[in-house]
């Protein structure tokens, strides 16, 4: 089918355009665990697309609340105007929420959640008088999306290095990947709590906590190749934070809808930020949607500092709360809790670790790491070209073994979508055992 398709017009996102075009790898239908090829093959989906696909492909509710929004209601806009669906998908989001943050502001995608978590930050500062607090705190390997926001606070010098200065106030913390003490953790690593001490260490010798207004963190860094937070750490970030009045924020963009067995890694962690950013599962990502959790106090900031009258935040997009997504979010988040999906993935957890970490041993794995639903593999690189052993395995993965694994540098991530079965976990997992073992 697809030797009759022009491929060259679309420009693909982070994409190795000329490999891809020389072979496509194309997808044309989607059911449960599985995509279907162009070829008829059945590729079982090991990373739930992009982390995104918590419940399933093509999930039968879902899609159905999407057909009839769809024929009922296309389009209005919530700029001055509303419509019910929208408010209905807020109150769906805050009903899985952590108690205190109930107030929701609703985008497009993870990027945009992202920019406007860090312009509420910002403006919270300002319409309280603290207008001093414009720094804002990222880390290194963090991945917040590809906005000129989420990449300033972002830490990876790729999706940088093109775009000039970005934010000036932005500044990065250490990442806490630290494989010379915690190679081959289950769970938490042991160590590493005292990486998050670097925050005060900061704000004192350097900027001034006055200064700043957010620290954002992605709880497990997914992105850059599942970096899990040693224990302690975002206890002691949280700490620091209510110490000095600054913001934390969470970037729960993959770690959100269950992807560590609760509907948030704020709830798996047992640690509450200021706000939380979401999208992918959100509308188990039939339709794009993005979102922030805001605490209540926080936008009750917004509320009084204006005059009743007057527009309180400057902010928003045509698309925000859209009908579709709106309509997909409420279906997703139903389906989540009518199915006991999150539990689902909290039971289904302990064998997941085991088999990820069966694979140790085999040639080329340096390292193992998971937490929940989600799981790192770090290979040996090909001396002198990063990337090219895990990207060789990726397309064996795909082509000989119909699994579809997704790989950042030499780091294999997986994160089926949470109703994968056992018997589908061993065969992602031999089928990558198999192509490591055959590996030059
Ligand atoms: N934040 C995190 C933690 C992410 O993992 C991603 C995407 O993978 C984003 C933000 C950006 O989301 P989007 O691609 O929907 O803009």
């Given at each position: 089918m697809t030797n009759t398709l022009n491929t060259e017009h679309f420009w693909m996102p982070f994409t190795a355009n000329r490999q891809f075009k020389s072979r496509p790898r194309m997808l044309v239908s989607a059911s449960g665990m599985h995509y279907t090829t162009d070829d008829g093959r059945r590729i079982l989906d090991g990373t739930a697309g992009l982390w995104c696909v918590n419940a399933g492909h093509c999930h039968p509710k879902i899609t159905e609340a999407i057909r009839r929004q769809a024929a009922e209601l296309d389009y209005a806009p919530t700029f001055q105007m509303g419509h019910p669906k929208a408010f209905e998908a807020a109150s769906a989001l805050v009903s899985i929420a952590?108690?205190?943050?109930d107030r929701v502001f609703f985008c497009n995608d993870g990027s945009e959640a992202v920019d406007s978590a860090l312009k509420i930050a910002l403006a919270y500062h300002q319409v309280r008088g603290n207008g001093s607090r414009t720094r804002l705190i990222g880390r290194e390997r963090a991945y917040h999306g590809v906005g000129f926001g989420g990449i300033a606070v972002g830490g990876m010098a790729g999706n940088r290095k093109?775009?000039?200065?970005?934010?000036?106030?932005a500044d990065h913390l250490r990442h806490t990947l630290d494989i010379a003490r915690n190679a081959f953790s289950r769970g938490q690593p042991e160590h590493g709590a005292e990486i998050a001490d670097e925050l005060e260490q900061r704000l004192l010798a350097l900027h001034d906590p006055s200064t700043v207004a957010a620290v954002i963190v992605e709880p497990i860094q997914g992105s850059t190749g599942v970096i899990i937070p040693p224990k302690g750490y975002l206890q002691r970030l949280r700490t620091l934070c209510d110490q000095y009045s600054i913001l934390l924020i969470f970037?729960?963009?993959?770690?959100?809808?269950?992807?560590?067995?609760?509907?948030?890694g704020s709830q798996y962690f047992g640690i509450t930020p200021d706000m939380i950013i979401c999208a992918k599962g959100l509308t188990n990502a039939a339709v794009p949607m993005g979102a922030v959790l805001v605490r209540r106090e926080i936008h009750d900031a917004f509320m009084s500092a204006a005059p009743e009258n007057s527009i309180e935040f400057y902010h928003g997009y045509t698309y925000s709360g859209h009908p579709l997504a709106a309509a997909a979010a409420i279906a997703a988040i139903d389906v989540y809790k009518s199915k006991g999906m999150f539990e689902r993935a909290a039971s289904m957890a302990p064998y997941w670790e085991e088999a990820v970490h069966n694979l140790r041993g085999l040639p080329y794995v340096k390292d193992i790491r998971n937490l929940g639903m989600v799981c790192g593999i770090e290979l040996d690189p090909v001396p002198g070209k990063p990337g090219a052993r895990a990207f060789d395995v990726f397309l064996r993965c795909f082509w000989e073994k119909n699994v579809l694994i997704r790989t950042t540098g030499d780091i294999i991530a997986l994160s089926p979508p949470?109703?994968?079965?056992r018997t589908q976990i061993d065969q992602l997992l031999e089928a990558i055992a198999d192509v490591l073992k055959s590996q030059k």
């Amino acid at each position: 089918m697809t030797n009759t398709l022009n491929t060259e017009h679309f420009w693909m996102p982070f994409t190795a355009n000329r490999q891809f075009k020389s072979r496509p790898r194309m997808l044309v239908s989607a059911s449960g665990m599985h995509y279907t090829t162009d070829d008829g093959r059945r590729i079982l989906d090991g990373t739930a697309g992009l982390w995104c696909v918590n419940a399933g492909h093509c999930h039968p509710k879902i899609t159905e609340a999407i057909r009839r929004q769809a024929a009922e209601l296309d389009y209005a806009p919530t700029f001055q105007m509303g419509h019910p669906k929208a408010f209905e998908a807020a109150s769906a989001l805050v009903s899985i929420a952590p108690e205190g943050l109930d107030r929701v502001f609703f985008c497009n995608d993870g990027s945009e959640a992202v920019d406007s978590a860090l312009k509420i930050a910002l403006a919270y500062h300002q319409v309280r008088g603290n207008g001093s607090r414009t720094r804002l705190i990222g880390r290194e390997r963090a991945y917040h999306g590809v906005g000129f926001g989420g990449i300033a606070v972002g830490g990876m010098a790729g999706n940088r290095k093109h775009f000039g200065p970005t934010l000036a106030g932005a500044d990065h913390l250490r990442h806490t990947l630290d494989i010379a003490r915690n190679a081959f953790s289950r769970g938490q690593p042991e160590h590493g709590a005292e990486i998050a001490d670097e925050l005060e260490q900061r704000l004192l010798a350097l900027h001034d906590p006055s200064t700043v207004a957010a620290v954002i963190v992605e709880p497990i860094q997914g992105s850059t190749g599942v970096i899990i937070p040693p224990k302690g750490y975002l206890q002691r970030l949280r700490t620091l934070c209510d110490q000095y009045s600054i913001l934390l924020i969470f970037d729960e963009v993959i770690t959100g809808f269950g992807r560590l067995g609760a509907p948030f890694g704020s709830q798996y962690f047992g640690i509450t930020p200021d706000m939380i950013i979401c999208a992918k599962g959100l509308t188990n990502a039939a339709v794009p949607m993005g979102a922030v959790l805001v605490r209540r106090e926080i936008h009750d900031a917004f509320m009084s500092a204006a005059p009743e009258n007057s527009i309180e935040f400057y902010h928003g997009y045509t698309y925000s709360g859209h009908p579709l997504a709106a309509a997909a979010a409420i279906a997703a988040i139903d389906v989540y809790k009518s199915k006991g999906m999150f539990e689902r993935a909290a039971s289904m957890a302990p064998y997941w670790e085991e088999a990820v970490h069966n694979l140790r041993g085999l040639p080329y794995v340096k390292d193992i790491r998971n937490l929940g639903m989600v799981c790192g593999i770090e290979l040996d690189p090909v001396p002198g070209k990063p990337g090219a052993r895990a990207f060789d395995v990726f397309l064996r993965c795909f082509w000989e073994k119909n699994v579809l694994i997704r790989t950042t540098g030499d780091i294999i991530a997986l994160s089926p979508p949470l109703i994968i079965e056992r018997t589908q976990i061993d065969q992602l997992l031999e089928a990558i055992a198999d192509v490591l073992k055959s590996q030059k």
